[in-house]
């Protein structure tokens, strides 16, 4: 173990002084481990969760209960062998559930997979605690001895115990089973787990694939950042935010499983005012930067449906910023801010899987639906087969190209990629003072005379990407955390080639299931009080009554 007390002596005295707590490592094996041992490389532990209930966390808890604001922290478990800065690795091997509770850390300690080993869980629960990171596991519900359909990895903040923040779930496995190509829809709506529920401020979710699962990952939680994830099969919404000033970038949401009533959208937000009635509050400060939505891989994929790309439909969504996304699906929903305020939607490009309606898919700021008309927005740069608005003469949309023909715009538009082919009618077409500084790939823009219309610039193949966290592009979100978002992979392109009900009236969203009560339900209220319940649009229009598709590549005037 690490020493934590220097002391030495001088000629007339003795002097104790505490040096910096130096980060101590300690190990869990499920399968050759010992409570009895101390933790070692040689005598680890058998069970994470035994380390945590069994007091040998050093941390802190409020003096009194229950939580009230301002509340006192006070050491909890003095002079236990793990600390604040400590790894606790974890070999492979089952080790339950992982469930934390009360361990406001005063800064990180990390549970993580040891190289080269997979420990399974059947979920994680981290709720009133804060500065924890969870690492490398495989999140199941499968690995659990009987089967059981719940939420894979919830973080909640609670009306007793106190609030939950500053934790990341990083690199993670999460999934309700490894293969479900032999479920029928009624077991994607029966045994499909939800993936992540957040809540609380100055969380992180990060780098983590999320397979099989309901809904992906729902966040109330403020000030974070979700960022770099994979949802890859889901039958509800890939991922949805609800909470203020989170940013949501570098994700990739894919193949949705059209099982139930629920809309789907790849990703879909809400506002709820102090009323508690969806679409009378707002939601502010999203960002939603350099993500992927893609409705299916495979045309002949089952229980194939259509997929709302990006669907806010109930806002006011105020300051918000929606750049450099790709949405490629089937359905007239886009991008779509149905109420907004100061928003953006910059060098998006949104395209069209099929000929089949629902679709085109638009761009489209609009009015809220009770009439309030959208204010102070912009529409520009964006790369789509249609583009609209409720005529709000304070909607700004300009120098966006309408799509004529796919196949001299992109890179490759059967197989799904929509970089810029070098004679693209939207190379160097876009307004410099409009563009983002780097495009989907974190190119730096402008690559030519111009910056590019769309998510991607196209370059030169000796290009490179910058490095994750530079500039407006910065990874974070939880204090003293690192890593990236995205592999921001270079590209040169080529010149000649909830278990709950669903509403009846709409999107029917569903909320994700939950197996831990009252708690959990403070913890998510906007999720799981008011989430039932919104309505689409008055707008949305019939299959006849659809814009069509444009014939020819038009720059859209500024009106």
């Known amino acids: ?44 532990w058998s069970s994470i969760q035994e380390v945590l209930d069994g007091g040998l966390v050093e941390s802190q808890d409020w003096a009194e209960l229950p939580y ?38 005063p800064d990180f300690i990390t549970i993580a997979a040891e ?44 009306s007793w115990r106190g609030p939950v923040h500053d934790i990341a779930v990083e690199g993670c496995a999460v999934q309700s089973v490894d293969d479900a190509t032999g479920w029928s829809a009624e077991d994607w709506d029966s045994l499909a787990c939800t993936g992540f529920q957040v809540a609380g401020t100055n969380m992180t979710i990060r780098d983590n694939s999320l397979r099989n699962v309901d809904f992906g ?44 009533e629920n809309h789907d959208d790849g990703f879909q937000s809400w506002s709820v005012g102090a009323d508690g009635e969806v679409g009378t509050g707002e939601v502010t400060g999203i960002v939603l930067r350099g993500n992927l939505i893609l409705n299916y891989e495979d045309p002949a994929q089952p229980y194939r449906g259509t997929l709302q790309g990006i669907g806010c439909f109930d806002g006011m969504f105020v300051d918000w910023v929606v750049e450099n996304n790709v949405v490629i699906t089937d359905h007239w929903h886009g ?15 949104v395209v069209d899987l099929n000929e089949d309606d629902p679709g085109p898919p638009w761009i489209r700021i609009g009015d809220h639906k009770d009439g309030t008309p959208s204010t102070d927005c912009l529409i ?12 709000s003469p304070s909607v700004l949309i300009e120098d966006n190209l ?82 990236s978002g995205g592999s921001g992979e270079s ?17 029917g969203c569903r909320m994700g299931q939950s197996r831990f009560g009252a708690g959990w339900l403070g913890g998510l209220v906007l999720v799981s009080l008011v989430g039932l319940c919104r309505r689409q649009p008055s707008w949305l229009p019939s299959s006849d009554s659809a814009p069509g598709r444009s014939t020819w590549v038009t720059r859209l005037a500024s009106i």
């Open 115 to 158: 190289d080269g080993h997979t420990p399974e869980v059947s979920l994680v629960h981290v709720w009133a605690s804060s500065h924890w990171i969870i690492r490398g596991l495989l999140v199941s519900a499968e690995s659990a001895p009987t089967y059981e359909q719940h939420t894979l990895v919830a973080l909640e903040s609670h």
């Open 380 to 391: 520009a740069n964006n790369l789509a087969f249609s583009i609209t608005s409720d005529d």
């Open 68 to 105: 009230a604001e301002g509340a006192e922290l006070v050491p909890k478990n003095a002079g236990a062998p793990v600390k604040a800065g400590d790894t606790i690795w974890l070999r492979s091997g089952y080790y339950g559930e992982l469930d934390i509770s009360s361990y406001y850390n």
């Open 402 to 483: 309408i799509i004529e023909d796919p196949y001299a715009t992109f890179v490759d538009f059967d197989a799904h990629d929509l970089h810029l082919r070098a004679d693209s009618p939207a190379v160097d077409s876009a307004n410099d003072d409009h563009a983002p500084e780097f495009d989907h790939d974190r190119i730096p823009r402008p690559q030519g005379a111009h910056s590019d219309v769309g998510a991607y610039e196209w370059h030169e193949p000796d290009v490179e990407p910058v490095a994750a966290g530079t500039g407006g592009y910065a990874s974070g979100g939880t204090p003293g955390l690192g890593g």
């Open 217 to 260: 990952i729902s966040v109330s939680a403020t000030h974070s950042l979700i960022e770099g994830n994979t949802v890859d099969g889901f039958a509800g919404d890939g991922l949805r935010g609800l909470g203020d000033d989170t940013t949501f970038q570098y994700n990739t949401v894919k193949n949705c499983y059209d099982v139930n």
């Open 1 to 44: 173990m690490m020493c934590r007390l220097a002391v030495w002596t001088t000629g007339v005295a003795v002097l104790c002084v505490v040096a910096p707590a130096a980060a101590a490592d300690f190990y869990v094996d499920p399968e050759h481990g010992d409570m009895s041992g101390d933790g070692s490389v040689d005598a680890p």
């Open 491 to 507: 590209h040169a392109s080529e010149s000649s080639t909830d278990e709950g009900s669903d509403d009846g009236g709409g999107c």
């Open 335 to 349: 991008i779509t801010l149905a109420g907004a305020r100061n928003a953006r939607i910059v060098n998006n490009t």
